[in-house]
């Protein structure tokens, strides 16, 4: 596809190149270059992949990272993601798994960066270190993954690194394909480090570093994002430029790709969605996703500490009218804590809607006329969270719980109300980075992980730990998501699938644990 190269020269102008700064110095866009646009519903404000911004930080981050290897992607439409440690080289050309669980990576030869320099041993070792130093996510994957924080790379030789853990774990590689352990150009970075930022955080705000098949043209905070195929690298990617731009109005989004304005969009409300599935020209289809809609009590807290509350909104809330009428009828009504993409095979329990079991539980708790609770929620990239909770509180109005609605502008407001205990729920989608039940319930749910939910500790689900972390057979996610089903630290609402809204032309996608866009597997 060829979308007017106009298109791309308004994005550089709009970005300011010269405030903002590139990669290299700006090549005017000639009409020759097959341009992607993608429209989004939100950019970061910095591309330093320390700086953990939230939903919208992690897709380009994902999208744009040069890790050593990649998640296997899953045909658009299929109904399941590719396991945990089914992985892709990316800037690693071979792999091999050591005794006790280190592994060695042999990186493409001749990689090189849009700053000049060769991909060699040294600038991964400097990445992680840097991505340890600076990220509490990547600290926390990087123990899930039994990745060593203190000594998490050895230099074997120019084109040759040791990644060392503290014991094995089926996770180690999915972890590696993370952007938090995307590979930067080390001397790039270096050149701009200083005693007052001795990281060069201010400098990789606005620039970006990694090896890989993109170079930064321009970037406006928060707005728009211009790349073009970086041409020293291995091979040149299918669209020659790509821009990104945040566009808040899912329909205008839509509008823009069905005019053949852009090329791409996702985070539709499902209303849209199913219009985008029956306009010409375009093609709208479902990807297999890890993601769930979960209302999540604040059980240090009454009336939520105790169980049988918990249990009464579960029963109390119509999982399939919420997906009918906020999800059109695409999503699954959950059947478990976890999204079914990871659960196959396991045996799932059933969450029933009975609205007088409900109010029975209610009155065995003391709360035979209900009371009253705030929940919240954001709207950034979740469109159909008002329609979601519409159904909630009518559904919880059955039984005497009134719900009083409060909406956040960003997903880190809402963390901040659930850490504080300022609401008694909040209604977010949550999902894990890794295709793997044991690695979504460690990662979610044991004490100090971070999904920690605030409040909840079962000890029968602590013991399993070490089993969980190890990825042990099904056996182990069964019993534990038993545990979570009985003690409903959060009540799964409906399965989310992702979306992929694109111009029919264009493939190369696929359905990946993160949602992401890789642009340079793109073809069209």
């Known amino acids: 596809m060829r979308v007017c190269s106009g298109a791309i020269v308004g994005l550089v102008a709009a970005c300011g190149l010269a405030a903002c700064g590139g990669g290299t110095p700006a090549r005017a866009p000639t009409p020759a270059v097959a341009e992607f646009i993608d429209v989004v519903a939100a950019l970061p404000r910095s591309l330093d992949p320390a700086a953990e911004q939230g939903p919208a930080f992690d897709a380009v981050e994902t999208s744009l990272a040069g890790t050593l290897v990649r998640p296997a992607g899953r045909a658009a439409g299929a109904a399941t993601l590719a396991p945990a440690g089914a992985m892709t080289g990316f800037l690693a050309g071979s792999w091999r798994a050591l005794p006790g ?32 130093a600076l990220s509490a996510a990547a600290r926390s994957l990087a123990a899930a993954g039994r990745i060593s924080l203190a000594d998490p790379v050895t230099v074997l030789g120019a084109e040759t690194v040791r990644v060392n853990v503290t014991a094995p774990s089926p996770f180690t590689l999915a972890v590696l394909g993370d952007f938090r352990f995307g590979v930067l150009d080390s001397r790039a970075v270096r050149a701009h480090e200083s005693a007052a930022d001795p990281r060069a955080r201010r400098w990789l705000a606005g620039h970006l570093a990694f090896y890989g098949a993109w170079e930064l043209l321009g970037f406006q905070p928060a707005g728009k994002l211009l790349l073009r195929a970086n041409p ?17 109005s899912a329909a205008l989004r839509l509008a823009d790709v069905a005019a053949g304005e852009a090329s791409h969009t996702d985070g539709l409300d499902w209303a849209d969605f199913q219009v985008a599935a029956h306009t010409s020209g375009l093609r709208a289809v479902t990807l297999a996703s890890t993601a769930v809609s979960t209302l999540v009590p604040d059980e240090r807290f009454a009336p939520f500490a105790d169980v049988l509350v918990r249990r009464a909104l579960s029963l109390a809330i119509d ?20 999204a079914g993409t990871l659960t196959p095979g396991l045996r799932e329990p059933a969450y029933p809607h009975d609205v007088a079991l409900a109010r029975r539980l209610l009155a065995r708790a003391g709360h035979p006329h209900g009371f009253a609770v705030v929940v919240a929620a954001c709207l950034a990239g979740d469109p159909q969270a008002p329609a979601e909770l519409a159904s909630i509180a009518r559904e919880l109005g059955a039984i005497g719980v009134r719900v009083r609605v409060r909406y956040v502008a960003s997903v880190a407001d809402l963390a901040a109300l659930a850490r504080t205990g300022a609401v008694g729920a909040v209604l977010e989608t949550t999902s894990v980075p890794v295709a793997s039940a044991a690695f979504a319930i460690a990662y979610d749910y044991l004490p100090g992980s971070p999904g920690d939910i605030e409040g909840y500790d079962a000890p029968a689900l602590d013991a399993l730990a070490g089993a969980l972390r190890a990825g042990a057979g099904s056996g182990t996610p069964a019993r534990a998501l038993a545990i979570l089903s009985a003690s409903f630290p959060v009540i799964p609402l409906v399965d989310v699938p992702g979306q992929l809204v694109t ?12 949602g992401a866009v890789y642009y340079d597997q793109l073809s069209g």
Do not use: K, N, W
């Open 232 to 248: 020293l690298f291995r091979r040149p990617p299918a669209f020659g430029l790509v821009a990104i731009e945040a566009v808040p």
């Open 101 to 132: 669980g280190d592994y060695s990576f042999v990186l493409r030869h001749g990689v090189v960066s849009a700053y000049g320099h060769t991909l060699s041993a040294a600038d991964v070792g400097f990445s992680f270190r840097r991505a340890l």
């Open 319 to 338: 999982r399939a009218a919420i997906s009918r009428t906020a999800f059109a009828g695409v999503a699954r009504p959950a059947r478990g804590p976890l």
């Open 503 to 514: 111009r029919a032309g264009i493939g190369g996608y696929a359905a990946y644990p993160d």
